[in-house]
C-alpha cells in the first residue's frame, strides 16, 4: 500500500519554528520528484516547496524564501520540511506530495502560528 504520512505539525508562536516530516512506504522514494503543498482557510491550494529525485533541485514559493528549507534523507525515505520565523499567514494545512509516473497525496498536517 503506498502511503505518505505527515508529521510535525502543531501550535507555535509567532518567530518559532516547526520541522515537518513525510514519511514514504510502498514505493522508491529516492526515485520521486517531492513537494510540500498547503491549503490555508479561503485560499486555493499551493506550492510551498520541492525537491527533484534527481539532483535534489530545490524551488520555494517566494514568500518563504530564505525561511523555509525542504529536504530530503533517502536512508529514512522521508522529506522533510524545515520551517522558521514562523508568521500567522502560514496557518494551513501542509500536504506532502510525491510524482513519478502517478501521484500521491499525504492526509495533512495542522500547522497553526498564533500567539
Same mark, same amino acid.
Given at each position: 500500500?503506498? &502511503?505518505?504520512?505527515? /508529521?510535525? +505539525?502543531?501550535?507555535?508562536?509567532?518567530?518559532?519554528?516547526?520541522?515537518?516530516?513525510?514519511?514514504? %512506504?510502498?514505493?522508491?522514494? /529516492?526515485?520521486?520528484?517531492?513537494?510540500? =503543498?498547503? &491549503?490555508?482557510?479561503?485560499?486555493?491550494?499551493?506550492?510551498?516547496?520541492?525537491?527533484?529525485?534527481?539532483?535534489?533541485? $530545490?524551488?520555494?514559493?517566494?514568500?518563504?524564501?530564505?525561511?523555509?528549507?525542504?529536504?530530503?534523507?533517502?536512508?529514512?525515505?522521508?522529506?522533510?520540511?524545515?520551517?522558521?520565523?514562523?508568521?500567522?499567514?502560514?496557518?494551513?494545512?501542509?500536504?506532502?506530495?510525491? =510524482?513519478? $509516473?502517478?501521484?500521491?497525496?499525504?492526509? +495533512?498536517?495542522?500547522?497553526?502560528?498564533? %500567539?
Amino acid at each position: 500500500q503506498v &502511503q505518505l504520512v505527515e /508529521s510535525g +505539525g502543531g501550535l507555535v508562536q509567532p518567530g518559532g519554528s516547526l520541522r515537518l516530516s513525510c514519511a514514504a %512506504s510502498g514505493f522508491t522514494y /529516492s526515485n520521486y520528484f517531492m513537494a510540500w =503543498y498547503r &491549503q490555508a482557510p479561503g485560499k486555493e491550494r499551493e506550492l510551498v516547496a520541492s525537491i527533484t529525485g534527481v539532483g535534489g533541485r $530545490t524551488n520555494y514559493a517566494d514568500s518563504v524564501k530564505g525561511r523555509f528549507t525542504i529536504s530530503r534523507d533517502n536512508a529514512k525515505n522521508t522529506v522533510y520540511l524545515q520551517m522558521n520565523s514562523l508568521e500567522p499567514e502560514n496557518t494551513a494545512v501542509y500536504l506532502c506530495y510525491a =510524482y513519478n $509516473t502517478r501521484v500521491y497525496w499525504g492526509q +495533512g498536517t495542522q500547522v497553526t502560528v498564533s %500567539s
